[in-house]
């Protein structure tokens, strides 16, 4: 159980263009959805945090209308990049956590997508 | 500043032996602390945590975890190291009253035949 799906896997762009990744609870109904960006060798950083219906709140640094965050449905959540450059180049990973007593207290991880911009 | 330290950016260890991965933090109050394994391009695999009680935590793949509240730390072993163990180990601490996580820098360990 509490698996999480995310789609692409990878991406490849041409610069200026936006991007959309899925991310979606599979088996259980995810209140709080997180996406996480990791650069090579390095750690997860929290980009933003989105609760079903409601507006993401964005991590300090993080442009909002850069990476526009949708939480519409309890097993839904969609990160787009807009107007792509080769800097947002990385490894986005999307978390979500449920709201039944069996998931309450661990986030549960997407595989992951690479976005390569050109 | 809330923050969780891994001082090892990899450690090495021959199959078969016991391995220690380090995990170290800075909260408030009583946290949530948590493992994970990734895998190249990979996202994250749930591990093991620390909520409350014993703190001597087992997850999976024969993991576990000794939680020690004076030294603040959450280090992660295993009494027999697999070549297929070989990943990269994220140590995550939520801390009270958030639903954040926060993660340290990342261990790459590697098991030799």
């Known amino acids: 159980g509490a698996v999480v799906s995310q789609h692409p896997s990878w991406v490849i762009c041409k610069s200026g263009t936006s991007v959309k990744i899925e991310c979606r609870s599979l088996?259980?109904?995810?209140?709080?959805m997180f996406w996480y960006r990791q650069f090579p060798k390095q750690s997860l950083m929290l980009m933003a945090t989105s609760n079903e219906g409601s507006k993401a709140t964005y991590e300090q640094g993080v442009e909002k209308d850069k990476f526009l965050i949708n939480h519409a449905s309890l097993t839904l959540s969609t990160l787009t990049v807009t107007s792509a450059h080769p800097e947002d180049s990385s490894f986005y990973i999307c978390s979500a956590r449920g709201a039944g007593q069996g998931v309450r207290n661990e986030q549960f991880f997407g595989p992951g997508t690479r976005l390569t911009v050109l | 500043a809330q923050s969780v330290a891994q001082p090892e950016d990899q450690v090495n260890v021959a199959e078969g032996n016991p391995l220690t991965v380090k995990c170290t933090y800075s909260?408030?109050?009583?946290?949530?602390l948590f493992w994970y394994v990734q895998y190249p391009n990979r996202g994250l695999q749930f591990l093991l945590k620390y909520i409350t009680g014993d703190n001597l935590v087992k997850g999976s793949y024969g993991f576990e975890a000794e939680f020690n509240k004076s030294q603040t730390s959450f280090h992660l072993k295993k009494p027999s190291a697999l070549v297929s163990d070989s990943a990269l180990y994220f140590c995550?601490?939520?801390?009270?009253?958030?639903?954040?996580?926060?993660f340290g820098t990342g261990t790459r360990l590697q098991v030799f035949p």
């Open positions: 088996d259980f109904q995810a209140t709080t």
């Open positions: 995550a601490v939520r801390p009270p009253n958030t639903d954040k996580l926060i």
């Open positions: 909260v408030s109050g009583n946290p949530y």
